[in-house]
Every structure is written in structure tokens, then in C-alpha cells.
């Protein structure tokens, strides 16, 4: 008696540390390996039961219906077409964990997700959503390049459990999304191409595209037109290295703009319990990634700045601007030190508008803003922030100081492109002084902690 309860417990045991996987593709065999590594025994069942050089030592192959027996959890490595044959083992799979890591071809190809159509051909399985968004590679990589979190869903809590404590032992992050009825957006989610980003790179490419033409209009075209001079060369480098500070200061104010127009909507409701215009919503959701973008155009103007020296353009300018001093016996002018002081003050603060903008975009990564409090990294994302926006608006405002009002430099009565840069900066800094005055901040901050003015009009 004792010794077949000892093999009752061993068999147990043996099932329970055996994952089954249906599939020799490229995830199954790569979730194979990785399992393998962990300590669990991995069986694979397949149409074709002939040994694979690809498979990992140590694994077993055997038609299905074997190899279902020999786990009560079974991965599901295959396509949904495919999972007509689950039909004829359903006598097998009652009472079987199934793991459905598949993916469509397109956002909402089918009526209903691949794990409900699964959970209906196999009515007596217990279907669990699981692994969709690992790749094969991240799990051939060691996991050391890739995100570790697997999203999970199912209707059975028992079911996920046991696939979430499998994640765990791989060294994955899962994350509990309900019930099976969140399968289908979890298999939508895995077909999204940068979602977050979508509207601020519309936004970033439509802003540049706008400053680049204005400024072919008023630096080249004005140019070739009034004074029959082609400097079509300066595209390459001029142009656009005046498009990239204009672009990155645009998006940045861009970044805190929102956040004003959200405070004085909440100053305006007296409350904070009804929500935003949807399209204001999207536009804070997406502050992150205006701010990285505008980190991109800040370096490569940074990069671009680099370059001036070594242009031939500029080298041909500086040699016959000393050729025509020597042929006119003349010496430099006396120093303006009004002048260094201008141009020594824009410098210093476009590197330190840089260094701050960098230092934003460290915190913004996960790795990092994990490692901080709210209350720090309010106050680096939002004073620092508005710090950064300052000293970055400061820089070009120095920099076109004898611009603005210089008709000279308006060509067909069009302001410089500096000087529209400078709307939405200047904008948002005004508004959020007029925030922080003291009788506005106390009035803000008392209907962020609840305060309403008229709470019997809540909507």
C-alpha cells in the first residue's frame, strides 16, 4: 500500500513539473529550451514523432493525444487554424490547462479571440491566455534585451495561478488582466506598431515639414527671387539644422501645454471629478513621448552645431573675410563685449537647457523612474521641466534678439522662423506663472485634494 501511494505522489509530482507542448516552431522549441533550463521535464507533441536536430537535448516527442497525457498543462504552439484536430482529443484535454499563445495577422481578424474560439472547440479545458507577447528571440536571448512581462487572462484562478508561477520560474513578470473575455485585446495589443507614439510622430513629422518649407520659402526661394543668388546649399545643413531646435522647443512646450489647459479647465469646473475632452486626454498620455522626441531633434542639433566649423561654406567665408581685411589694411574692431556677453550667455544656456532635457529624458525610462518616489519624480518631470522649457525658450530668445523687430530679416513681410518657435514656449511659461501665483495655486490645489465648488452639478 505504501509503495503505490508512493508512486501515486512520484507520478503526481512528475505530471505537475511536466509543461506539454503542442508545436516545434520557433516559440515552442525556444519556450521548450527555456523551460528545460528551469528544471521543468518538456514533452512536444507533433503530427511527426522523427527526432529534429532543432529540438533541445533532453526533450521527449510523441503524437498529441500521448503526449497530452503526460501534463495537465498543455502550451499551444500553433495557429488557430490548426485547432480542429483539438476536437478529437477532447476526452484527453477535459480538465487540461490549455495555454494559448497565438497571435493574428491583423488587429481583429476574427469575431472572437483565438482563446474564446479555443475555449469553445475544448469546452471542458480550462484556457488560459498567456505568452503572446514573448518572442521566440527574447526567449532564445536569455530574456536580457526583451520586456518580461506576460499578460494573463482566463476564467479559471486555479488555471492561471499555475501559468502565472510557470512565468515566474522563467524569470518573466505576469501580470493578472481578468477574466478570457480581455484575450482579445491582449492578441490585438501584440499587433500594435509603437501605439503610444503614433500622434506625437504625426506631430513631430508635420512640424517639421511646416518649419522646413517656411524656411526654404524665406532663406532660399525670397533669396533667389529678390536678389538672384542661389543658395540652394544651405538645405543640407542651415535649414535644417534651424528646423531641429525649433522642432525640439515646439515639442517640448508641447509636453506641459496640456497640463495648463487641464488646470484651467479644472479651474474653470471648480472640481476634479469629471473627466477631460477625450482629445485632451490623448494628448497627456502621449507627453512622454513628445519629450523623447524632442530630445532626438535637441541632439542632432547639438551634432549639427558641431559641424559649422569644418563646412565649406563657412571656412570660404571666414578666409576672404581675412583676405579683404588684408587687402584693405584693416584690423579686427575693438571687442564688443556686449556681444560676447550675448553670445556667451546663449551658449551656456542652450547646454544647460540640454542637460536638463537629457536628465528628463533618463527619468522617463522605466528602469529609472522605478527606482524613484512620486514626489521625486513629480519634481523632476514637472519643475524641472518647466526649468528646462525656460532656459531652452531663454536660448533663442537670445540668439534672435535683433530679429524679431528687424525688418530686414522678414522676407514678404514673414517672420523669422525663430520668432514663431518662440509662440507656444512663451505661452505656456506666461500661463504657468499665472498657475503658481499664490491665490490661483491655493485654489488649484484645494480642488485637486477634492475640494468642489458646486459638488450638486457633478456630471
Not at 497525457?69 to 484535454?93: D, G, K, M, P, W
Not at 573675410?321 to 546663449?346: G, M, P
Not at 513681410?413 to 520668432?419: E, I
Request: positive net charge; glycine residues 6%.
Amino acid at each position: 500500500m505504501d509503495v503505490e501511494m508512493a508512486d501515486i505522489e512520484k507520478t503526481i509530482h512528475t505530471k505537475e513539473n511536466t509543461i506539454c507542448i503542442f508545436g516545434t516552431g520557433d516559440f515552442g522549441r525556444s519556450l521548450g529550451y527555456k523551460l528545460l533550463q528551469v528544471g521543468y521535464n518538456v514533452v512536444f507533441g507533433s503530427r511527426s514523432q522523427d527526432s529534429t536536430p532543432l529540438l533541445p537535448k533532453g526533450v521527449e516527442i510523441m503524437d498529441y493525444g500521448e503526449a497530452a497525457q503526460r501534463s495537465s498543462i498543455i502550451v499551444l504552439a500553433i495557429h488557430r487554424e490548426h485547432y480542429y484536430f483539438l476536437t478529437n482529443l477532447s476526452h484527453i484535454l477535459n480538465g487540461k490547462v490549455l495555454v494559448d499563445v497565438s497571435n493574428n495577422q491583423k488587429v481583429n481578424q476574427y469575431p472572437e479571440s483565438n482563446a474564446q474560439f479555443l475555449a469553445h472547440l475544448v469546452p471542458n479545458a480550462k484556457v488560459v491566455k498567456a505568452f503572446n507577447t514573448v518572442s521566440a528571440w527574447s526567449l532564445q536571448s536569455g530574456l536580457l534585451d526583451a520586456s518580461r512581462q506576460v499578460f494573463v487572462c482566463g476564467d479559471d484562478s486555479n488555471s492561471k495561478r499555475l501559468v502565472m508561477d510557470v512565468a515566474c520560474r522563467l524569470g518573466l513578470t505576469p501580470l493578472d488582466q481578468g477574466s478570457l473575455l480581455v484575450a482579445g485585446e491582449l492578441e490585438n495589443y501584440a499587433l500594435h506598431l509603437f501605439p503610444m507614439w503614433r500622434l506625437p510622430f504625426f506631430i513631430s513629422i508635420g512640424l517639421t515639414a511646416f518649419f522646413f518649407f517656411y524656411c526654404l520659402i524665406t532663406d532660399v526661394i525670397y533669396t533667389s527671387i529678390k536678389e538672384g543668388k542661389d543658395y540652394s546649399f544651405l538645405i543640407a545643413v542651415s535649414i535644417t539644422n534651424r528646423v531641429f531646435p525649433i522642432v525640439s522647443l515646439t515639442l517640448l512646450a508641447l509636453v506641459y501645454l496640456p497640463g495648463i489647459i487641464a488646470a484651467f479647465v479644472q479651474l474653470y469646473r471648480g472640481t476634479k471629478y469629471r473627466r477631460f475632452p477625450h482629445w485632451l486626454d490623448r494628448w497627456m498620455l502621449c507627453r512622454k513621448q513628445l519629450g523623447l522626441i524632442a530630445l532626438g531633434y535637441a541632439f542632432l542639433h547639438a551634432i549639427y552645431t558641431l559641424i559649422i566649423p569644418i563646412r565649406v561654406y563657412v571656412r570660404w567665408w571666414h578666409n576672404n573675410y581675412l583676405i579683404s581685411q588684408v587687402r584693405e589694411n584693416k584690423t579686427y574692431e575693438e571687442l564688443n563685449t556686449t556681444i560676447a556677453w550675448y553670445s556667451d550667455i546663449y551658449m551656456s544656456l542652450g547646454i544647460l537647457g540640454f542637460g536638463l532635457l537629457i536628465l528628463l529624458g533618463i527619468t522617463s525610462l522605466p528602469s529609472v523612474s522605478n527606482a524613484v518616489n512620486w514626489r521625486e519624480f513629480h519634481f523632476v518631470q514637472s519643475k524641472l521641466g518647466h526649468v528646462t522649457l525656460l532656459f531652452c525658450t531663454a536660448h533663442t530668445l537670445i540668439y534672435g534678439w535683433n530679429h524679431f523687430f528687424d525688418t530686414h530679416y522678414y522676407a514678404w513681410c514673414l517672420p523669422p522662423a525663430g520668432t514663431l518657435s518662440l509662440i507656444i514656449p512663451c505661452t505656456v511659461l506666461v500661463l504657468k506663472f499665472f498657475l503658481i501665483t499664490p491665490c490661483i495655486d491655493r485654489k488649484l490645489t484645494k480642488i485637486r485634494q477634492g475640494w468642489e465648488r458646486s459638488p450638486k452639478h457633478r456630471k
